[in-house]
């Protein structure tokens, strides 16, 4: 974990050496101030040379001036330094996270993932910051501070050594209570950022039903949760100041009462007691300034092992050595496929699909929930890699492709729309980066998008909400059809996108796609047999295996499921995961 957090410090590695280096120059600096405080009350006030005075008191300012600036510099570089490793950690968790497949992405909650980019990282960026200033000024101050004690008086030295004991035994105490409580609360903040990014984006669902103040509830328990965490913890660590305050009054009294002895017999000057105080108040705020160290470290420990998790993942799919650059056409072929989200699980989502169609041609595919459809065609993009067989797009094996290249050439509208704060135009160009707005105008076209677009006052540069919460389902689903089109693929896959528009509309869009893009492969999967028995062939799904494949009228006539949903809906019946078949109830499709 630290070599893997380490390795972020990139560009920032002077300053994280130059912090300890000024931080130590300023430690210096204040251990000797005390030591000529000292020479001028011996050498000067009780000697009545005010020459000394002078020279003294002149040397001590400067020492302090050179204090202060490396205290300002030890904080500045300190300051860039940690910045900049946030920096670094936030950018390379991203763009780790930009790699990874679908199977990764599985692994971690969208909530889990902000909060390890965000307060996990601010923990790791104090816990560096404090590392690279206080956890080197603390011990030097400690050593020379103590050093210079046993300098002045080795007998009268021993107070602190007990005092360190004692301090350090109650820290140890609570930093021991602390630790456990710290770590618990980090790991609540997923669930708080969970219910946050639940509520939000789901707000017209929360209001429609009326259930904000269950929501609220839901939000303040998660919250109360943290909050007593944080309470119990901080009301542990507040035992240091009055443990602190013990000790060191303790020593004040004990100096004070050994030290008058100890000047009265005359192994003693006044000076050197004075500044013994000093040394007593900087070894005991350095021994708390430690205590403080632990805590943020064993705090920072398990947000920092959460950022390596991320940063450590590895992307399931891979590039092939030498890569495929072009797809020769939009034929698709899956020889003998099985597939399962978990490897090795037994649970076979998809099972031995031997399936091969022709560039160009227009392939339905239907099933009932759980059947596998999405899964299937999610393997054509490479969003997921085969268990055992192959599907080949162009001839080849997918494996054997760039994904770049392949996913170029594989346009996938999928079952969830999604839409990005920006211009209905800076939208459409996630297809295509550099297409005109000619372009954009004849994809809208194809997509049945152009008709409403053109009601906008604003038309191409109307701003689209962040998820397009200021379109319809249908116009949503419309503009995504269109930003793939912009892609000019080889195959289209529509995922279930046009559940959304009305019967008129997408009929439209599939005598649209049959006349302008004849030659790219289309697979639509789609929930009303409407959609799909124009097409060339129609594949039926049946929990992961194929139940059937042939035209509208070949499968009316010798597939028995396929003749049940289309009897279910032109009859008026609805859904066909409705009736009591074995499509019915089965597991949500992925």
């Avoid at 030890?74 to 670094?88: D, H, L, M, V």
């Avoid at 929360?206 to 913890?233: H, M, P, S, T």
């Avoid at 995504?480 to 559940?499: E, F, G, M, N, Q």
Wanted: hydrophobic fraction near 45%; aromatic fraction near 8%; charged fraction near 20%.
């Amino acid at each position: 974990m630290i070599k893997t957090l380490l390795g972020q410090v990139k560009q920032y590695k002077t300053a994280s050496l130059l912090t300890p280096l000024f931080t130590g120059l300023e430690v210096l600096m204040e251990v000797l101030i005390p030591f000529v405080t000292a020479s001028i009350i011996d050498k000067g006030i009780e000697a009545g040379d005010m020459g000394q005075v002078y020279f003294y008191g002149g040397l001590m300012l400067v020492m302090a001036f050179f204090s202060l600036t490396f205290a300002v510099l030890a904080g500045r570089y300190g300051a860039k330094a940690s910045a900049g490793f946030a920096c670094n950690l936030r950018e390379a968790m991203y763009e780790n996270i930009q790699t990874f497949s679908f199977s990764n992405i599985d692994k971690y909650s969208t909530a889990g993932l902000v909060t390890r980019m965000t307060t996990d990282v601010t923990n790791v960026q104090n816990a560096y910051q404090m590392i690279l200033r206080i956890a080197v000024r603390a011990p030097l101050t400690l050593i020379c501070s103590m050093v210079m004690c046993f300098f002045i008086n080795g007998h009268l030295s021993s107070i602190f050594l007990a005092a360190i004991l004692v301090l350090g035994a109650a820290l140890i105490f609570i930093m021991q209570k602390t630790t456990k409580l710290f770590n618990e609360v980090f790991r609540r903040y997923d669930d708080l950022n969970a219910s946050v990014q639940e509520n939000v984006s789901a707000i017209r669902v929360v209001k429609a039903y009326v259930r904000e103040d269950y929501e609220d509830r839901k939000f303040a328990g998660a919250a109360q949760k943290i909050y007593k965490l944080f309470v119990k913890a901080e009301g542990l660590l507040a035992l240091n100041n009055p443990v602190m305050m013990l000790v060191v009054y303790g020593c004040i009294l004990a100096l004070s009462w050994f030290g008058a002895q100890y000047i009265v017999a005359g192994d003693l000057t006044t000076g050197e007691l004075t500044s013994m105080f000093s040394y007593v108040m900087s070894v005991l705020m350095s021994l708390m300034m430690l205590s403080m160290i632990f805590v943020m470290i064993s705090m920072s420990t398990a947000s920092g092992a959460r950022i390596a998790e991320v940063l450590n993942e590895t992307a399931d799919l891979k590039n092939p050595k030498e890569p495929l650059t072009e797809v020769e056409d939009g034929s698709i072929d899956f020889n003998h496929v099985s597939f399962s989200y978990k490897q090795g699980s037994g649970e076979e989502t998809l099972h031995d699909i031997d399936l091969h169609i022709r560039s160009g041609e227009t392939i339905g595919i239907v099933g009932g929930t759980g059947s596998g459809k999405s899964s299937l065609v999610n393997l054509i993009s490479r969003l997921y890699d085969v268990d055992q067989g192959s599907v080949c797009v162009g001839g080849r094996d997918v494996r054997d492709y760039d994904m770049e290249a392949l996913r170029d050439q594989v346009a996938v509208v999928l079952q969830k729309n999604v839409l990005f704060s920006g211009t209905i135009l800076d939208n459409l160009r996630w297809g295509k980066e550099d297409a005109t707005e000619e372009e954009a105008r004849e994809a809208c076209r194809q997509a049945c998008a152009d008709e409403f677009i053109s009601r906008f006052p604003d038309g191409y540069n109307t701003w689209i909400e962040q998820g397009g919460t200021n379109v319809s389902g249908g116009q949503k689903q419309r503009l995504c059809i269109a930003r793939a089109l912009l892609k000019k693929p080889k195959v289209l896959i529509l995922d279930d996108s046009t559940s959304a528009v009305d019967t008129a509309t997408d009929a439209k869009i599939r005598r649209s796609f049959a006349s302008e893009i004849p030659g790219t492969t289309k697979l639509i999967i789609a929930q009303r047999v409407q959609s799909v028995q124009d097409a060339d062939r129609i594949l039926v799904l049946d929990d992961g295996k194929v139940n059937g494949f042939g035209t509208h009228e070949e499968l009316l006539a010798e597939n028995a499921i396929y003749r049940d949903i289309y009897e279910t809906q032109t009859k008026g019946g609805g859904d066909f995961d409705e009736p009591g078949s074995d499509e019915a109830g089965k597991d949500g499709e992925r």
